[in-house]
């Protein structure tokens, strides 16, 4: 069982996350291109070895930053995600 | 030396000490030059090569492997072949391989041990025995077998199945697919890259693709740990680690790695002979000709290149399945393993150029690419020979992702991928 770090609860087990995809996929505007809106919403970064990612927590509800390692699985606490959404 | 497979020469050589067969396949040095490399020696890049060579008569191919053939996901998958699918695109293509399975120990002269001991796909709920009744439509419609099973009928095919009064996962029935089974995994890469060897094909082993060549804005070949080695077209055939590929290649693919597991008990006498999935219970298994019961469920939820799996998924396999058979709490287990595949949101193979031109993608097969090996390699070797999309793989271009055009098969295919 891996365990993850909520940057709001502490430690918790892994079926308690669920993977919310690249840090940093903002959502283009309405104006946005055909390819810019696919990339958005299908393309990944899907990185062998350190990742940038943004995870739920979902007894909490709180998306956090996480960076991780997709070959180790080693994974670093999470972070509070600044700003607005 | 002996060459063709078959009881005389089995007899023949049985009288000659087994001395004189041959090697199944050769290992040359890499040429700089080749008209196509294919990267990724697994059941996909190996059925690549051979119909290149079988189909369009380009000969001069070079299949490039990081490691052994059939290393990866074509050695650690569950070996269940089948067509169950839910759209016409789908059924088209995955009837096309399961046809091509039919023939193939024939065409390759090599026993791929193709079993079509049948597959049910249990519905436990009203609600899933209307879902299954829509999917047997479906199947029928799109022209590949299909059979409403009721609880008499799965009684029949898994008299083992826990029909208590008080089990988590009643069978109220299920789809069968007759055609469907299984086949040897290893045989099918190994069949494929004597019979490509045969026709002139170069298999390199440990030869790991580190850069593609780019002139002109064309793949023109790879630099390899062997080698730099020219080619007019190449073929990526590379499941789990094509976004890593596709990165090296300047462009990214809507692909996420995951582990998929997979575990085996220890032998025992025939007691299973079908192919069981529960969608519900997250469970599906078949017994080898060994006597394993070789289990697998869906998929570990967080993106991994680590060939290993963790426990709570494998906890709800587990589960799943000594609810659904009682008996088998009995088993021991005897391996655990897990492969990297490469998740699409929809759940439908790429077939198709890649951004890059003269670059070629056979991906995204997710936890099903085993079922898929004859056809994915007719149909980009037909890509790469012609230039052009074959009527069967045009749907399942990376353009699709484009115009929104998917073909989402998360449903159909029962377990999610």
Redesign the interface.
């Known amino acids: ?2 365990i993850f770090s909520c940057p709001f609860c502490g430690p918790r ?3 308690e996350f ?2 919310g995809g690249d840090l940093g996929n903002d959502r283009p505007g309405p104006d946005c291109t ?2 810019a809106w ?2 958005y ?9 350190t ?1 940038e ?1 943004i995870w739920l927590h979902v007894p909490c509800g709180e998306l956090f930053a996480m960076r991780r390692d ?4 080693a994974a670093d606490p999470g972070r509070a995600l600044g700003g607005q959404p | 030396m002996t060459r063709h497979y078959s009881a005389f020469s089995l007899l023949k050589e049985g009288l000659a000490s087994q001395k004189g067969w041959m090697k199944a396949w050769e290992s040359p040095e890499p040429k700089p030059r080749y008209d196509m490399v294919i990267v990724g020696g697994g059941g996909h890049g190996l059925a690549t090569a051979y119909y290149l060579a079988k189909r369009h008569g380009i000969t001069d191919v070079a299949v490039v492997e990081k490691g052994w053939l059939g290393g990866g996901n074509t050695g650690r998958n569950t070996t269940v072949v089948r067509s169950n699918y839910f759209f016409p695109e789908s059924v088209r293509l995955y009837d096309m391989a399961l046809k091509l399975y039919e023939g193939l120990s024939r065409e390759l002269n090599y026993n791929i041990m193709l079993s079509q001991r049948g597959m049910i796909s249990l519905a436990h709920t009203p609600a899933e025995m209307e879902m299954a009744a829509r999917v047997v439509n479906a199947m029928q419609i799109n022209g590949t077998d299909a059979e409403l099973f009721g609880p008499e009928d799965v009684k029949r095919v898994l008299p083992i199945y826990n029909f208590g009064p008080k089990a988590r996962y009643p069978a109220l029935g299920g789809v069968w697919q007759g055609r469907s089974g299984t086949a040897r995994h290893d045989a099918v890469a190994w069949g494929y890259a004597r019979a490509a060897s045969r026709l002139g094909v170069h298999i390199l082993q440990r030869c790991e693709v580190t850069e593609f060549l780019v002139e002109g804005g064309r793949c023109r070949g790879v630099v390899t740990s062997r080698g730099t080695i020219r080619a007019e077209k190449v073929g990526l055939a590379v499941a789990g680690h094509s976004s890593q590929m596709a990165a090296k290649a300047g462009f990214r693919l809507p692909i996420t790695s995951y582990a998929l597991q997979a575990c085996v008990s220890e032998p025992v006498k025939p007691i299973l002979d079908t192919v069981v999935l529960s969608p519900g219970a997250g469970t599906y298994a078949s017994q080898s000709d060994k006597g394993e019961m070789v289990v697998g469920g869906g998929l570990d939820r967080i993106p991994s290149y680590g060939q290993r799996g963790n426990l709570p998924v494998l906890e709800t396999v587990l589960s799943g399945l000594v609810e659904m058979f009682p008996a088998f709490r009995q088993l021991n287990l005897m391996r655990q393993w897990a492969g990297i595949v490469d998740v699409v949101p929809d759940s439908s193979p790429i077939l198709g150029e890649s951004p890059l031109p003269g670059l070629y993608l056979n991906c995204g097969w997710g936890t099903g690419g085993f079922k898929a090996i004859p056809a994915g390699g007719v149909l980009l070797a037909h890509l790469m020979a012609t230039g052009q999309h074959h009527d069967i793989s045009r749907p399942f271009d990376l353009d699709r992702f484009m115009t929104g055009r998917l073909i989402d098969e998360a449903a159909g295919s029962g377990i999610a991928h």
């Open positions: 069982m891996q087990p892994e079926p669920h993977f055909a390819e696919a990339e919403l299908h393309f990944r970064n899907n990185p062998r070895g990742a990612e997709t070959v180790t699985m």
